[in-house]
């Protein structure tokens, strides 16, 4: 979801915000990639993943993810990882307009997480869930991060208190198609 935002973003950039190019990865490719990423151990249905291994496996991929535009492939050229300590409540919302969307990892309670209009975090738990950071706003003086969780393809958006994240990926695209 982050490199089809990414890639919108880069495609918007140099062709106008009313681009027509769909980049979206197949279900097919995301099928694939989830095989892949259990052959070398990133992930584990039951125990779930460590995003940077993850991301190491979608860099590895030449040829990318296809996309629904069968001539242009999604390529993640390079990440960042940015622990929460190395960031500022200034440095994250200038990350967000600058860079556009970037891969969160927080602390959730499956509980108190979904039922939570903008959720606080949990730091008795690990950083454990994956989200796509889109926004932010401030509440009463609280950076609050807008995200698309990965419940379904298209989200739901959530709000989420900026002390909730363990850390934050930012992805680099490969512009060729």
């Not at 779930?48 to 535009?69: F, K, M, P, R």
């Not at 950083?127 to 698309?148: A, F, K, P, Q, S």
Request: contains cysteine; aromatic residues 8%.
């Amino acid at each position: 979801m982050c490199m089809e935002a990414q890639y919108r973003r880069l495609n918007e950039k140099n062709h106008g915000a009313n681009s027509s190019c769909v980049l979206k990865a197949t279900a097919e490719a995301v099928e694939s990639l989830k095989d892949m990423c259990y052959q070398r151990g990133a992930w584990a249905p039951n125990d779930g993943a460590a995003t940077e291994d993850v991301l190491d496996v979608i860099c590895s991929l030449e040829q990318g993810l296809s996309t629904v535009n069968g001539d242009t492939s999604l390529r993640l050229k390079s990440y960042e990882t940015i622990e929460d300590d190395e960031l500022s409540p200034m440095k994250i919302t200038s990350m967000l307009h600058e860079m556009g969307p970037l891969v969160g990892v927080l602390f959730a309670d499956d509980e108190a997480y979904c039922s939570s209009a903008v959720y606080r975090g949990d730091r008795d738990v690990d950083g454990n869930h994956v989200v796509v950071c889109t926004g932010y706003l401030y509440v009463d003086d609280e950076l609050v991060i807008v995200i698309m969780d990965n419940d379904e393809s298209e989200g739901p958006v959530r709000f989420v208190l900026y002390e909730a994240f363990e850390e934050f990926h930012v992805l680099t695209v490969d512009a060729s198609s």
